[in-house]
C-alpha cells in the first residue's frame, strides 16, 4: 500500500506544471527551476518505501503483522500531507488568478468549494476523524472533482469548438462517433 503515495505525491506536482502550461505557446518549456519540484516529491516517496527501515512516516507500534490495521502518523506523513494540500491549493489558487474568462465568479469558485471539502476531509483524516475511509479512493475523487470542477467553470481552457478549430486547420483529422461516422473533418 506504500504505493498509494506515488500519485498522492505526483499529482498536485503535474497540478503545478498544469497551471504554469496555461495561457503559453505550444513551444512553451517551463522554468529551469520548476525541475527541482521534483527533490522532494522524490524525496518523500523514498521515504514512504523506505518506511520499514525509520517509521518516520508511519509506525507500528504493535509489529509489522498488524501493519494495515494499527498504525500511527508520524512527522513525515504529516509533511507529505501538507505537501499535497499546499500544492492543491496553489493549483486553485494559481487557476483562478490566470483565468481571462469573462463571466461569473460564483461559477469560478467552484474549484474553492472542492478544495475547502478536500482540506477539511484531509485534515479530519490526519486526526483520526475518518480512519476507516480509503484515503486514496476519496483522494482520486476530490482530484477528479477538482479538475472537472476546473473544466466547467473554464477554469481549464478545453477544446469545445471542433467546428472552428477544423475549418481552420491544415492538419487532415477527422473525429468519429461511436459507429465510425465522421462527425467533423478537417
Known sequence: WYSYYIPMVMVPLLGVFIVDYIGKPEEYRPPRWMNYLYIPAGLFILAVFTNDLHQLVFEFTEGFFWYDTIYSYRVLYFLI??????????????????????????????????????????????????????????????????????????????????????????????????????????
Open 81 to 186: 500531507m501538507a505537501w499535497f494540500v499546499s500544492l492543491g491549493v496553489y493549483f486553485v489558487i494559481a487557476l483562478i488568478r490566470k483565468c481571462r474568462i469573462p463571466g461569473s465568479r460564483k461559477m469560478q469558485s467552484l474549484p474553492l468549494l472542492v478544495l475547502g471539502f478536500a482540506v477539511v476531509f484531509w485534515t479530519q483524516y490526519c486526526l483520526n476523524i475518518f480512519r476507516d475511509l480509503d484515503l486514496t479512493a476519496i483522494d482520486c475523487l476530490i482530484i477528479a472533482a477538482l479538475l472537472e470542477s476546473a473544466i466547467q467553470s473554464g477554469l481549464i481552457p478545453v477544446n469545445t469548438n471542433y467546428d472552428e478549430l477544423f475549418q481552420i486547420s491544415t492538419a487532415a483529422m477527422q473525429i468519429v462517433d461511436d459507429s465510425y461516422h465522421v462527425r467533423y473533418a478537417s
